[in-house]
T-cell receptor, first 113, second 113 residues
């Protein structure tokens, strides 16, 4: 069976510090990978998606970047965090076929202070 | 890009009553519509989905209807129970678009015992 791991679960970082959130998927190969952000009381906003190693697309301009150094590893980064980067970050994966559900990681609650 | 709107933002019902959550989408090319349930502090999980070649789908107490002409779809929960209390998100995605999901803003459902 497939599992998705995301860490850390919570993170408090000062403004201007770097960020690295990691996500790995087990039990499948060549999955589509996604990073979503959920602001307090809001819906999920797609930040990045990837269809393969080193193939990253950004949905919205922002202070963050993503990388996929290995097939089942997806990393969300920032060089300098802003207060507005606070939120609940969710990694997800899906099969590469069309119209299939997304499976979410447990999420990381990031608070920038 | 796709824009998904969801109403209401909060919904309070008495245990045993029905709950209906409605979503509209803007992109006529969208053809897959999942619904996710998110309990407090946890990851979203798929509860039901519908594809554009189907007008209605039911799974026990949960049903989803889709009106492609009007570009709206709805979630129906019958005989609500306290454990149905959560935030529900609708989403839409297009074929051949890497399963990117565009989410509604969420509905917080409170089922009062």
């Amino acid at each position: 069976s497939q599992t998705i791991h995301q860490w850390p679960a919570t993170l408090v970082q000062p403004v201007g510090s770097p960020l690295s959130l990691e996500c790995t998927v087990e039990g499948t190969s060549n999955p589509n990978l996604y990073w979503y952000r959920q602001a307090a009381g809001r819906g999920l906003q797609l930040l990045f998606y990837s269809i393969g190693i080193d193939q990253i697309s950004s949905e919205v301009p922002q202070n963050l970047s993503a990388s996929r150094p290995q097939d089942r590893q997806f990393i969300l980064s920032s060089k300098k965090l802003l207060l507005s980067d606070s939120g609940f970050y969710l990694c997800a994966w899906s099969w590469t076929g069309a119209n299939t559900e997304a499976f979410f990681g447990q999420g990381t609650r990031l608070t920038v202070v | 890009g796709e824009n998904v709107e969801q109403h209401p933002s909060t919904l309070s019902v008495q245990e045993g009553d029905s709950a209906v959550i409605k979503c509209t989408y803007s992109d006529s090319a969208s053809n897959y519509f999942p619904w996710y349930k998110q309990e407090l502090g946890k990851r979203p999980q798929l509860i039901i989905d519908i594809r554009s070649n189907v007008g209605e789908k039911k799974d026990q107490r949960i049903a989803v209807t889709l009106n492609k002409t009007a570009k709206h779809f709805s979630l129906h929960i019958t005989e609500t129970q306290p454990e149905d209390s959560a935030v529900y998100f609708c989403a839409a995605s297009r074929a051949r678009d890497f399963n990117k999901f565009y989410f509604g803003s969420g509905t917080k459902l409170n089922v009062k015992p």
